[in-house]
């Protein structure tokens, strides 16, 4: 019988990952999120084309400084819909 920490990583291997997959797995995340906004929500692909970046820009975490942050003014500005294009 294992351990509360060995059950715990048995099913969720993630626990146990290094600094780097990690890393990698957030990566890979945000790449997903980025592009995801980009073609599917018009503020978001405004906003990116505004500052020049595309999601094929983001290849390490910290090229997410490249990409604009949402402001409040921003989501009030834009249709109210904006809240039912992202899941």
């Given at each position: 019988?294992?351990?509360v920490i060995d059950d715990c990583?048995?099913?969720e291997p993630i626990l146990a990952a290094s600094r780097d997959?990690?890393?990698a797995l957030q990566l890979r995340k945000l790449q997903?999120?980025?592009r995801y906004a980009y073609e599917n929500v018009p503020l978001?692909?405004?906003k990116?084309?505004?500052a020049e970046v595309h999601p094929d820009d983001l290849r390490h975490l910290e090229d997410l400084?490249?990409?604009p942050f949402t402001t409040k003014e921003d989501l009030r500005q834009s249709s109210p819909s904006?809240?039912?294009q992202c899941p």
């Open positions: 019988m294992g351990t990583v048995r099913h997959e990690i890393s997903w999120a980025i978001y692909k405004k990116y084309d505004a400084a490249k990409f904006i809240c039912l």
